[in-house]
Nanobody
Framework: QVQLVESGGGLVQVGGSLRLSCAAS????????MGWYRQAPGKQRELVAV???????DYADSVKGRFTISRDNAKNTVYLQMNSLKPEDTAAYYC???????????????????WGQGTQVTVSS
């Protein structure tokens, strides 16, 4: 299986910054996309940002200009640099990855979709 481990969440004041990291491990052949979702209490989970194979990125309108997503392919890691944080950014942030993993014999591939356990970001006013 493919595992995702997140880090970097915490408590920060309004206007501050945090950098989230998510590292993928396992029998990975390739990762097509990695991204971040978030879910605040009483709200639905929403896409924050995603980076695709050749570094094409997409952002939610609410974070454009403030957040930057990037990836280190050698480390199978995605980052989310969060600047100018607002109280409405408070949420649990979940890492997501989509790609292909090797089958046990090593002669084939299969699709994978994995989620991290989440890391809490709290922005105080």
């Amino acid at each position: 299986q493919v595992q995702l481990v997140e880090s970097g969440g915490g408590l920060v004041q309004v206007g501050g910054s945090l950098r989230l990291s998510c590292a993928a491990s396992g029998s990975i052949f390739s990762i097509n996309s990695m991204g971040w979702y978030r879910q605040a209490p009483g709200k639905q989970r929403e896409l924050v940002a995603v980076v695709h194979t050749y570094a094409d990125t997409d952002y939610a309108d609410s974070v454009k200009g403030r957040f930057t997503i990037s990836r280190d392919n050698a480390k199978n890691t995605v980052y989310l640099q969060m600047n100018s944080l607002k109280p409405e950014d408070t949420a649990a942030y979940y890492c997501y990855a989509h790609g292909f993993k090797t089958i046990v014999p090593g002669s084939g591939l299969e699709d994978f979709r994995s989620w991290g356990q989440g890391t809490q970001v709290t922005v105080s006013s």
